[in-house]
């Protein structure tokens, strides 16, 4: 027997069920007590702030990240959850 066709993923729905899981984790590790602090967010990652200032046009890019296990986990439910759809 002939196996269903299968539709494609759209990847802008994995972009913001990993973003949603993230930010989740994330507020659950702020909203912990400070005696539960290993799960807080450990390190942050990215690119600090830069600024290219050409007189009439300032353009400012940066990207950080607080990583921590709660939003590893926030990350892996997001996966799963598209990964279900």
Do not use: E
């Not at 984790?25 to 600024?51: C, D, E, F, H, Q």
Request: charge should be positive.
């Amino acid at each position: 027997m002939a196996k269903p066709y299968k539709q494609s993923r759209n990847p802008w729905i994995l972009l913001f069920l990993l973003f949603v899981g993230g930010l989740a984790g994330n507020a659950v590790a702020y909203v912990l007590p400070p005696s539960l602090g290993a799960l807080k967010a450990i390190s942050s990652i990215g690119l600090s702030p830069a600024t290219l200032d050409i007189h009439f046009l300032k353009f400012t890019f940066g990207l950080t990240m607080d990583a921590g296990i709660l939003t590893v986990i926030g990350f892996l439910f997001g996966y799963l959850l598209y990964r279900k759809i």
